[in-house]
């Protein structure tokens, strides 16, 4: 297997910027994610941040210390579509030949190295998606909002990042004609792809920065404080 990483950042993240680049105890989450994947990919110039391009003089300056991941520059309208498809574009021109892939995102600030790795011995010729139990209670609502049931908790689980791809699915995903809103996990569902799960990260949290900073900068302490 010849493992590479993806890190997109759309356009959307210029109307918050703090969602990359506002630091968390001393580092951004961009940084903690590139990080996380340096640790799960053997050759480290294939990480790629794939940014839309208001967002590209930001990121060389916050991955100014990291020489070997590298920056590309998406096609306009800078979507997560046209970030993906820059970041896999980049890495079909390298030397080495990449066969999987690893999709982050900066929603999830706290991966881990260790979720990476889970990820990738999961890895085969189609998708892999760290997911966690649903453990609230979920009801279903009616139009007008009416509780009318109460939705079985057994079959749901929230996912993750980073997901997993072999580069030929990925790639066929994202030739497909795709809304604004590209999802990759939704569009291998559509293509009838086999999706395996593997175990999340319970500080996986999903972050709206600024306002969920001090709970990810307690979250990131408590860590401190299990290691030592």
């Known amino acids: 297997m010849k493992l590479s990483a993806i890190v997109p950042l759309p356009i959307s993240v210029a109307q918050n910027t703090a969602s990359a680049f506002l630091p968390l105890a001393g580092q951004s989450p961009l940084v903690r994610i590139v990080r996380a994947m340096l640790d799960a990919v053997t050759e480290p110039a294939r990480v790629v941040v794939a940014a839309a391009e208001p967002l590209v003089a930001d990121v060389r300056a916050a991955l100014a210390d990291s020489a070997t991941v590298a920056v590309a520059v998406a096609d306009t309208p800078g979507a997560r579509l046209q970030c993906l498809r820059a970041g896999l574009e980049h890495l079909e021109r390298q030397s080495v030949s ?21 990820v990738v011995a999961g890895l085969t010729d189609g998708v892999v998606v760290p997911t966690l139990p649903v453990t609230d209670s979920v009801k279903a609502v009616d139009a007008s909002g009416s509780v009318i049931a109460t939705v079985d908790r057994s079959t749901l689980a929230a996912a993750q990042y980073p997901r997993g791809f072999a580069v030929g699915p990925l790639a066929s995903l994202l030739s497909r004609p795709a809304s604004e809103d590209f999802d990759e996990i939704a569009e291998a569902l559509r293509a009838g792809l086999p999706i395996t799960v593997v175990a999340g990260d319970p500080d996986g949290y999903r972050a709206a920065l600024p ?18």
């Open 211 to 228: 306002g969920d900073a001090p709970f990810f900068e307690a979250v990131i302490a408590s860590r401190h404080r299990d290691r030592n």
């Open 98 to 118: 990449t066969t999987h892939v690893l999709v982050g995102d900066i929603c999830q600030p706290l991966v881990s190295a260790e979720l990476c790795e889970r």
